[in-house]
């Protein structure tokens, strides 16, 4: 054998050598020919640092059950947590598509009512007189929740369809610009749609306590059934139940809006919960982790608002284009007398015992000449 082939054989066999004596040193290796598996509680290698890797244990983190947190964030306990998919999934899926289809919906019913109703006219004309309907805090507190809510919902709305729609038409910088100042002044405004809400709740809760009046004007469809104007003292049924969707919804965003500013310091979720299996029976957790009540606030504040948004939408319509002379209220404060007796009658006639009560309290104190 010539010198030069007796060094390639002693090449090759120390090659072997080398690489048989990696793959023995190798746990990998020595864990994929089986040879070394680790049974329950050990370690792959043997190695006998470290934590044990017990199925069970992996099987109950998958599943969600809390770890102890010493000290620092007890929310750090959850180390995977699976309704994080269900949320995504929601806020991804049915959210959007049946936010689209409240508010499409409403700007559509609203359109076909225009269409076959047209504008609600003074049926007697505009006398040209006028009665005081709301003062100007009364206006200022509607304007301020009017305002606020009408930025709420823009900037919040964004988070919803944002993605969808201002991505293709701004691009993706100039809408993630928008997006974190709309975030910003969303979480600012909401204190003064709180106030707002607030003002309107203890002006004008005592006129809208139901009374049987209501009953006549839903069942007369507020004037469409039959004809006519059912009678109604400063608000009709129909204001009723948006003043009570208003203060309901509206707390219930605000609470929710609270909870989301401030994650895990809340347990509303949970306590409501309590209440309603404590009431119904019903069986609802009640011992939800901090980040389940977060993505049940974040959901739950977007429905709500989606919700007012669109029965405000329809306020919106009759307060300005759907009723001649309703907007006066809320600007100058003052209505035309017909109208006025069109669509408050029983309102107008408190109205006008109290001034001929105060006329006569008045002229009670001049001294007789
Ligand atoms: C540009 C938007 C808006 C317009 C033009 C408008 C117009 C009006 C008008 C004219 C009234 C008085 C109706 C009457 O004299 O009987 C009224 C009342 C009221 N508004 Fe608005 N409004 C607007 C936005 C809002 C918003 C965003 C909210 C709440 C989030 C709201 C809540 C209320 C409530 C609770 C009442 C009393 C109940 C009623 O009259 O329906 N308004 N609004």
Same mark, same amino acid.
């Given at each position: 054998m010539s010198a030069i082939r007796q060094s390639i054989v002693i090449s090759a066999a120390l090659f072997l050598f080398l690489c048989l004596s990696l793959v023995v040193q190798n746990p990998v290796s020595a864990q994929a020919t089986g040879a070394d598996k680790p049974v329950a509680g050990a370690t792959p290698g043997g190695v006998d640092t470290g934590s044990s890797s017990d199925a069970d244990i992996w099987r109950q983190i998958r599943k969600g059950a809390p770890g102890t947190v010493?000290?620092?964030?007890?929310? *750090? *306990?959850?180390?995977?947590?699976? *309704?994080g998919q269900d949320w995504r999934m929601i806020r991804n899926g049915p959210l959007p598509k049946y936010s689209a289809w409240a508010i499409l919906g409403m700007l559509m019913l609203l359109s076909v009512f225009f269409a076959l109703r047209g504008r609600i006219r003074v049926d007697h004309g505009i006398s040209g007189k006028t009665i005081k309907r709301f003062s100007a805090i009364e206006r200022a507190g509607h304007w301020l929740l009017a305002s606020s809510f009408i930025i709420l919902a823009l900037t919040g709305l964004n988070l919803i369809f944002g993605r969808a729609l201002l991505i293709p038409l701004l691009g993706k910088d100039a809408f993630a610009s928008i997006t974190i100042f709309g975030k910003l002044i969303h979480n600012y405004v909401a204190f003064a749609f709180m106030l707002g809400l607030v003002m309107i709740a203890v002006m004008w809760i005592v006129h809208n306590v139901p009374n049987r009046h209501d009953l006549m004007w839903i069942l007369r469809g507020g004037g469409m059934i039959g004809g006519g104007h059912p009678p109604a003292r400063k608000f009709n049924a129909g204001q009723k139940i948006l003043f009570w969707i208003i203060i309901l919804c509206g707390a219930s965003i605000s609470l929710s809006g609270w909870a989301l500013m401030n994650p895990f310091t809340t347990e509303m979720f949970s306590g409501t919960f309590a209440l309603i299996n404590n009431w119904f029976g019903t069986t609802y957790p009640t011992d939800l982790s901090p980040i389940a009540e977060q993505q049940l606030q974040s959901i739950w504040h977007a429905v709500m608002a989606v919700f007012m948004t669109a029965v405000v939408l329809a306020h919106i319509y009759i307060g300005s284009v759907g009723m001649e002379g309703a907007l006066d209220a809320m600007t100058t404060g003052d209505v035309d007398t017909n109208w006025a007796r069109e669509h408050h009658s029983l309102w107008v006639e408190e109205e006008e015992a109290r001034m001929a009560k105060k006329d006569e309290g008045s002229a009670a104190a001049q001294p007789a000449e």
């Open positions: 010493v000290g620092g964030d007890k929310s *750090g *306990g959850l180390m995977i947590q699976s *309704g």
